[in-house]
């Protein structure tokens, strides 16, 4: 597998990023961009998804967030509401594909043992499940000991490409409770704060160490190359949503 890397990152305005995303796996689906990986820090963000925003409790949830300081963003995959930070990397995997029915296991498999090897290369017991209780619920989940979700895992499909993507917790775990509880309440979900994990709290590493460690294990697995994203393809991505990136 060949996949070029993309760094960059943007959080003003905050709904850039997804934007972003949403571009780049539109110019895979039509063959302008190869097969790409985004790794990067994002804005303090509520992802919703869309069984979120038909829910009667939406806009409600929307004016839970702005008031935890969170902008609210249509998230790319499926899942519940997911909370992004600048305690959190946020990753986005566009891929082209020629059938929509096919490949969607294999590609949650093949993200999640990379994220799980990157893990475990820093020392951390991670594993692959879903913890009873756990926010945006998933069986491609990814804990740490069994006990404590750590890293969420959606995926979507268009014509031509799909999407796999998610948020990796370093820290502040209970920034994402403070926040989750009333948007939760407000979309009549559930969750049980105690599942809510961040890998700080099992070893003492920065959000640039996990970003190098989950780069060597893309970098173990594929053919990896590091490119940027062009100055104009921002530009035109953030004109869409009426601000200038900052």
């Known amino acids: 597998m060949q996949l070029d890397l993309i760094l960059d990152g943007f959080t003003q305005p905050p709904e850039l990023d997804t934007a972003i995303s949403r571009a780049i796996l539109e110019d895979v689906a039509a063959g302008r961009r190869a097969a790409t990986f985004r790794l990067y820090r994002p804005a303090d963000v509520v992802a919703f998804g869309r069984q979120d925003t038909r829910h009667p409790g ?111 917790v370093v820290a502040g775990a209970e920034r994402i409770n403070a926040v989750l509880d009333p948007v939760y309440a407000a979309l009549g979900l559930s969750f049980l704060p105690s599942a809510t994990g961040d890998i700080s709290m099992a070893a003492a590493l920065e959000v640039d160490e996990v970003l190098q460690a989950t780069v060597a294990e893309l970098d173990r697995r594929t053919k990896l190359r590091t490119t940027s994203l062009d100055r104009d393809f921002v530009t035109d991505v953030a004109r869409t949503l009426g601000q200038p990136p900052a």
């Not at 992004?84 to 043992?113: C, K, M, N, Q, Y």
């Not at 499940?129 to 069994?146: A, D, F, K, W």
């Open 58 to 168: 939406y806009v409600d949830a929307r004016i839970a967030a702005r008031r935890a300081g969170f902008a609210a963003v249509e998230r790319l995959a499926g899942g519940r509401a997911a909370i992004f930070h600048d305690g959190t990397l946020a990753f986005s995997w566009a891929s082209p594909i020629d059938d929509p029915r096919r490949g969607v296991t294999d590609r949650f498999e093949w993200l999640t043992e990379t994220l799980v090897a990157s893990l475990r290369s820093l020392g951390l017991d991670a594993r692959v499940g879903e913890v009873p209780g756990e926010y945006c619920p998933g069986r491609h989940s990814i804990n740490l000991g069994g006990a404590r979700k750590v890293i969420g895992v959606g995926q979507r499909i268009i014509r031509g490409a799909a999407h796999v993507g998610g948020v990796i």
